[in-house]
């Protein structure tokens, strides 16, 4: 296993870097296939490596780096969405992040002095992960890689660079390039997560379909002594800046980011200069103020879209399949929730409990979810920046009602907050289900506990019906015919099945006789009243892609 | 989406409706537009009407106005 031998300082961080070892092919050892090679270790590829380890699946991970994050103090994604915390929960790391991390459910619309709408997201929030939690990108990008470590299943390769991948029926081969020189590594199934610029994807000649945004914005992460709520602030019209929109927003160590909108032609090299960056800031924050910047960083939008998010043997997650405005912050949050969507598949294909057709579901779920967060996005910046004087006249109008009229506040768009992508068109689903579940508490931990282990397993959590007294047991046996489900009983007792209670029960609507199954990515598979055996085994048939009459084999 | 006639007293409200206008350069107009659109959209509050509507509108746009003069015979008519 790698270590980490040293630190790199930067913007007042002090960041890890890892070792490069000599892979084993290049120091004299057998040409080997691998079960999963996971490219590129960013947030979606650290995910996935983090995900496949804690269902103790071996993997390959290789980055063409040596570090966590972007050389110079840029975190890119800063919020982490409950889903993410989730996920994050079941991998392990989530307490790191919340004691690291600041916890917020407040948003605010300001004009001036005035707050024209502000939402909070934690009431009716079921989980036990709060709405949102800031930190900068590279610190979940750390605690994945100390954690994946800890696990000791994936062998992480530093400065290994892909620069081409071909595929035949079987497997896939990989060249790889490091300071030692190439080689070639073979793969059962390869991930692509290398992000925006894929050489797999573009190696292989799949089309994204790109589409840069006009508009123009400049990041200042800034640390600034003055007290201010930790809030999600965002002005359409800022004073301070010409009039233009801003996002203010604290993450970890009292670094706040902050987001200005640029004039449309704006120069990225003019906004970006230290001087015009603190003069901006000083507009903002004021004359007695003292700051510090920590990072300056001008970008413009793109958005693009993998037509398929799986070609033969390889998979792409993250940025390298889909990208959207950072608007919401669903970029970062997807990627980490299409490696929780692809994990538990990857694992049921390699342990053979599933064909190899479950995997074609990744694509089918999560490439309308991607759409899905384009479209958002894509509404949010038009908002942000009208392209005609009529879309002007329109939001101006819109801005103009919604001091007086709170109809008008909810069409305000600087941003809808990711939230999870309901799978309810997917070919898994008994009926229209599959969204995601809440991480609700249950007995004396929570949902997602009941997800770990080795391997992926369905949960079915089935509240009993007093009437039929038989069930429990033919629900049990469901699961000792081997099919990958942990079944449980629900509020009532019912031997011979494990016993829940809790105050998440009455979250779930669970009514005698009703069973949730569901699956490894705490994504609802099927609700089922009046649940049978028979039921039961249908739904995870489905959920598998495998015959009902399959009650397989495996020990 | 209705179209058959709903607003009491016709010319009283296009009186109104211009009298709302009176006094604002071509600027202003387009604004209280704007304003009176999104309130209006908010009193129906019905995704289908108000796609339909959006649509009629869009729809009348360029339009000869023999068909819209026709309308308004035919609405005569009616009444
Ligand atoms: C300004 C801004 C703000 C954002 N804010 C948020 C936010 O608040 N929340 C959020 O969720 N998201 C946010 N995002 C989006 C988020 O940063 C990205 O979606 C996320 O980084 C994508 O992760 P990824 O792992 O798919 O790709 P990347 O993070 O780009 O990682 C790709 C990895 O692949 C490696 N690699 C590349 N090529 C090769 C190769 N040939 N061989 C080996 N390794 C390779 C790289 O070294 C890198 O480690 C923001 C983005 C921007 C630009």
Same mark, same amino acid.
């Given at each position: 296993?790698?270590?980490?031998?040293?630190?790199?300082?930067?913007?007042?961080?002090?960041?890890?870097?890892?070792?490069?070892?000599?892979?084993?092919?290049?120091?004299?050892?057998?040409?080997?296939?691998?079960?999963?090679?996971?490219?590129?270790?960013?947030?979606?590829?650290?995910?996935?490596?983090?995900?496949?380890?804690?269902?103790?699946?071996?993997?390959?991970?290789?980055?063409?780096?040596?570090?966590?994050?972007?050389?110079?103090?840029?975190?890119?994604?800063?919020?982490?969405?409950?889903?993410?915390?989730?996920?994050?929960?079941?991998?392990?790391?989530?307490?790191?992040?919340?004691?690291?991390?600041?916890?917020?459910?407040?948003?605010?619309?300001?004009?001036?002095?005035?707050?024209?709408?502000?939402?909070?997201?934690?009431?009716?929030?079921?989980?036990?992960?709060?709405?949102?939690?800031?930190?900068?990108?590279?610190?979940?990008?750390?605690?994945?890689?100390?954690?994946?470590?800890?696990?000791?299943?994936?062998?992480?390769?530093?400065?290994?660079?892909?620069?081409?991948?071909?595929?035949?029926?079987?497997?896939?081969?990989?060249?790889?390039?490091?300071?030692?020189?190439?080689?070639?590594?073979?793969?059962?199934?390869?991930?692509?997560?290398?992000?925006?610029?894929?050489?797999?994807?573009?190696?292989?000649?799949?089309?994204?379909?790109?589409?840069?945004?006009?508009?123009?914005?400049?990041?200042?992460?800034?640390?600034?002594?003055?007290?201010?709520?930790?809030?999600?602030?965002?002005?359409?019209?800022?004073?301070?800046?010409?009039?233009?929109?801003?996002?203010?927003?604290?993450?970890?160590?009292?670094?706040?980011?902050?987001?200005?909108?640029?004039?449309?032609?704006?120069?990225?090299?003019?906004?970006?200069?230290?001087?015009?960056?603190?003069? !901006?800031?000083?507009?903002?924050?004021?004359?007695?103020?003292?700051?510090?910047?920590?990072?300056?960083?001008?970008?413009?939008?793109?958005?693009?879209?993998?037509?398929?998010?799986?070609?033969?043997?390889?998979?792409?997650?993250?940025?390298?399949?889909?990208?959207?405005?950072?608007?919401?912050?669903?970029?970062?949050?997807?990627?980490?929730?299409?490696?929780?969507?692809?994990?538990?598949?990857?694992?049921?294909?390699?342990?053979?409990?599933?064909?190899?057709?479950?995997?074609?579901?990744?694509?089918?779920?999560?490439?309308?979810?991607?759409?899905?967060?384009?479209?958002?996005?894509?509404?949010?910046?038009?908002?942000?920046?009208?392209?005609?004087?009529?879309?002007?006249?329109?939001?101006?109008?819109?801005?103009?009602?919604?001091?007086?009229?709170?109809?008008?506040?909810?069409?305000?768009?600087?941003?809808?907050?990711?939230?999870?992508?309901?799978?309810?068109?997917?070919?898994?689903?008994?009926?229209?289900?599959?969204?995601?579940?809440?991480?609700? !508490?249950?007995?004396?931990?929570?949902?997602?506990?009941?997800?770990?282990?080795?391997?992926?397993?369905?949960?079915?959590?089935?509240?009993?019906?007093?009437?039929?007294?038989?069930?429990?047991?033919?629900?049990?046996?469901?699961?000792?015919?081997?099919?990958?489900?942990?079944?449980?009983?629900?509020?009532?007792?019912?031997?011979?099945?494990?016993?829940?209670?809790?105050?998440?029960?009455?979250?779930?609507?669970?009514?005698?006789?009703?069973?949730?199954?569901?699956?490894?990515?705490?994504?609802?598979?099927?609700?089922?009243?009046?649940?049978?055996?028979?039921?039961?085994?249908?739904?995870?048939?489905?959920?598998?892609?495998?015959?009902?009459?399959?009650?397989?084999?495996?020990? | 989406?209705?179209?058959?006639?709903?607003?009491?007293?016709?010319?009283?409200?296009?009186? =109104?409706?211009?009298?709302?206008?009176?006094?604002? +350069?071509?600027?202003?107009?387009?604004?209280?537009?704007?304003?009176?659109?999104?309130?209006?959209?908010?009193?129906?509050?019905?995704?289908?009407?108000?796609? =339909?509507?959006?649509?009629?509108?869009?729809?009348?746009?360029?339009?000869?106005?023999?068909?819209? +003069?026709?309308?308004?015979?035919?609405?005569?008519?009616?009444?």
């Amino acid at each position: 296993m790698t270590g980490s031998s040293a630190r790199v300082q930067t913007g007042g961080y002090d960041l890890p870097v890892y070792d490069y070892v000599r892979p084993p092919e290049l120091a004299g050892g057998p040409r080997r296939r691998y079960p999963v090679v996971i490219v590129g270790g960013g947030l979606s590829g650290l995910t996935a490596a983090c995900d496949l380890a804690c269902r103790g699946i071996e993997a390959v991970l290789l980055d063409e780096d040596d570090t966590i994050g972007v050389r110079g103090a840029s975190s890119r994604g800063i919020c982490y969405a409950q889903k993410s915390l989730e996920i994050f929960d079941r991998l392990g790391i989530y307490q790191r992040i919340r004691d690291k991390g600041i916890t917020w459910s407040v948003g605010k619309v300001v004009e001036g002095e005035e707050v024209l709408y502000s939402f909070d997201l934690a009431p009716g929030s079921a989980s036990a992960q709060p709405p949102f939690i800031n930190i900068q990108q590279f610190y979940v990008e750390w605690f994945l890689v100390d954690r994946i470590r800890e696990l000791g299943r994936t062998d992480l390769r530093w400065k290994n660079r892909v620069t081409a991948v071909r595929q035949g029926a079987e497997h896939a081969v990989l060249s790889v390039e490091t300071p030692d020189g190439a080689y070639e590594i073979e793969a059962d199934w390869v991930v692509d997560a290398t992000g925006l610029a894929s050489p797999i994807r573009d190696g292989l000649g799949l089309p994204t379909h790109p589409e840069r945004g006009e508009d123009r914005w400049c990041i200042s992460d800034v640390r600034f002594r003055k007290p201010l709520p930790t809030e999600r602030w965002t002005w359409v019209e800022a004073p301070f800046n010409e009039n233009r929109a801003v996002w203010q927003h604290l993450m970890a160590d009292g670094v706040w980011r902050i987001d200005y909108q640029m004039a449309p032609n704006a120069d990225p090299a003019e906004v970006s200069r230290t001087e015009v960056a603190e003069a !901006r800031l000083r507009a903002h924050l004021g004359p007695e103020v003292e700051f510090e910047v920590v990072w300056v960083g001008p970008y413009s939008y793109r958005t693009h879209l993998m037509d398929d998010f799986r070609c033969g043997r390889v998979l792409f997650i993250g940025d390298a399949a889909h990208v959207m405005s950072p608007f919401g912050a669903r970029g970062g949050n997807s990627g980490i929730q299409d490696a929780d969507n692809l994990g538990w598949k990857l694992a049921l294909v390699l342990r053979g409990e599933a064909p190899e057709s479950l995997l074609d579901s990744f694509d089918a779920e999560r490439r309308p979810a991607a759409a899905h967060n384009i479209k958002v996005t894509s509404r949010t910046g038009r908002f942000l920046a009208p392209r005609t004087e009529m879309e002007r006249i329109i939001r101006k109008a819109v801005l103009d009602l919604s001091t007086e009229h709170p109809f008008a506040r909810l069409l305000l768009n600087t941003g809808r907050m990711s939230a999870p992508f309901r799978y309810d068109a997917s070919p898994l689903n008994t009926g229209a289900e599959g969204e995601a579940v809440p991480n609700v !508490r249950l007995g004396e931990g929570v949902l997602s506990d009941l997800l770990r282990g080795e391997g992926a397993a369905f949960v079915a959590l089935w509240a009993p019906d007093p009437a039929q007294p038989g069930l429990a047991a033919a629900l049990q046996a469901v699961a000792e015919r081997g099919w990958p489900v942990r079944v449980f009983a629900c509020g009532a007792e019912a031997q011979p099945l494990p016993h829940l209670s809790g105050s998440g029960m009455g979250l779930l609507g669970l009514t005698p006789g009703t069973l949730l199954l569901v699956r490894p990515d705490q994504h609802l598979a099927a609700r089922i009243r009046d649940a049978d055996p028979a039921a039961l085994e249908a739904a995870l048939a489905r959920a598998l892609c495998r015959a009902p009459s399959d009650a397989l084999a495996r020990a | 989406m209705r179209t058959d006639p709903n607003i009491p007293d016709p010319d009283g409200f296009y009186e =109104a409706l211009l009298d709302t206008h009176a006094g604002l +350069s071509i600027e202003e107009s387009h604004a209280l537009n704007a304003r009176l659109v999104l309130l209006l959209a908010n009193q129906i509050g019905d995704a289908a009407v108000l796609r =339909a509507c959006l649509a009629a509108a869009r729809a009348s746009a360029g339009q000869n106005r023999d068909t819209a +003069s026709r309308d308004t015979q035919n609405r005569e008519t009616a009444r």
